[in-house]
T-cell receptor, first 113, second 112 residues
Framework: GAVVSQHPSWVICKSGTSVKIECRSL??????MFWYRQFPKQSLMLMAT?????????EQGVEKDKFLINHASLTLSTLTVTSAHPEDSSFYIC?????????FGSGTQLSVL | GQQLNQSPQSMFIQEGEDVSMNCTSS?????WLWYKQDPGEGPVLLIA?????ELTSNGRLTAQFGITRKDSFLNISASIPSDVGIYFC????????????FGTGTLLAVQP
């Protein structure tokens, strides 16, 4: 089946630094990718919809200047957490739309010290 | 953000027992999906439902798309230890963008 690769799997950073997370569709082209955030023992919350070649669409309450999304190609979307703070520590998951199906990455655990 | 109401929140059962969980929404969805998530991993699709009233099975799993298109249930028969995990329902709006809204999750623990 289709595979979505997410990198890194985990990252620890100091408060105030920026962190970039990559989401790649390995064997299909994805014009649309989605970014989710999941806090411990909670559900996945949609942050934004990433569209290749255009600006991302952010969900209500998600700061677009803090969570920068770039979807520069049909196989890669990146999420950059800028000036990360401890409250940004979370599990970030991407999904990519391949045809009528959605495929999920394995997630990135971000810990901000 | 929007979430779907899922119940129960958690279940602790004995191996071999059947399990049932359900999901309700105030919104109508075109597609209902059920996922399982293991710790530190992304969700894995179990069953997809595309039509109101549809009943679909995948091995020991059975799920139904409610007639009103606002609810769905998932049954697991003869549970085994590897069924342990968090189960999420998800509603798909469809249309121009496949925006997926997740339920609050059901934690399943199975005692051998």
């Amino acid at each position: 089946g289709a595979v979505v690769s997410q990198h890194p799997s985990w990252v620890i950073c100091k408060s105030g630094t920026s962190v970039k997370i990559e989401c790649r569709s390995l064997d299909f082209q994805a014009t649309t990718m989605f970014w989710y955030r999941q806090f411990p023992k909670q559900s996945l919350m949609l942050m934004a919809t990433s569209n290749e070649g255009s600006k991302a669409t952010y969900e209500q309450g998600v700061e677009k200047d803090k969570f920068l999304i770039n979807h520069a190609s049909l196989t890669l979307s990146t999420l950059t957490v800028t000036s990360a703070h401890p409250e940004d520590s979370s599990f970030y998951i991407c999904s990519a739309q391949g045809g009528a199906s959605l495929f999920f990455g394995s997630g990135t655990q971000l810990s901000v010290l | 953000g929007q979430q779907l109401n899922q119940s129960p929140q958690s279940m602790f059962i004995q191996e071999g027992e059947d399990v049932s969980m359900n999901c309700t929404s105030s919104s109508i969805f075109n597609t209902w999906l059920w996922y399982k998530q293991d710790p530190g991993e992304g969700p894995v699709l179990l069953i997809a439902l595309y039509k109101a009233g549809e009943l679909t099975s995948n091995g020991r799993l059975t799920a139904q798309f409610g007639i009103t298109r606002k609810d769905s249930f998932l049954n697991i028969s003869a549970s085994i230890p590897s069924d342990v995990g968090i189960y999420f329902c998800a509603g798909l709006y469809g249309g121009a963008t496949n925006k997926l809204i997740f339920g609050t999750g059901t934690l399943l623990a199975v005692q051998p």
